[in-house]
């Protein structure tokens, strides 16, 4: 956590910088703390919107968490950033029925 302490500082000193609310990301999600997590993957995707591989780690972030309704919406954008031949779309493909059989989970859980 100490580590996450001084990521925490440089991303108060350069707020611009997707990078630092990257690590602090992976740092989060890492020690299962998947809302802080989420919380800076989606700040790091203001400032690159674009980044496929910034769009997975949101998604895998979310699915940790159950999130499965928002971490397919993730990948979809990782879709949108890649082409169809992409090896990472072949990934992602192959996690879509973990997610769904996680969101027919939750669903039933709450009735």
């Not at 990521?7 to 910088?17: I, V």
């Not at 400032?47 to 971490?71: E, R």
Request: net charge positive.
């Amino acid at each position: 956590m100490q580590v996450a302490r001084l990521f925490n500082k440089a991303a108060q000193m350069a707020p611009e910088d997707a990078d630092v609310h990257i690590v602090l990301g992976v740092l989060y999600n890492l020690s299962r703390e998947y809302d802080k997590a989420i919380a800076f993957f989606q700040t790091a995707l203001k400032l690159k919107p674009q980044d496929y591989s910034l769009w997975n780690k949101l998604g895998a972030t979310q699915a940790n968490s159950v999130q499965s309704a928002d971490a397919i919406l993730a990948y979809q954008q990782v879709y949108l950033y890649t082409s169809k031949s992409s090896c990472l779309f072949g990934l992602l493909w192959y996690s879509l029925p973990y997610l769904i059989e996680h969101m027919h989970f939750s669903q039933n859980k709450k009735l």
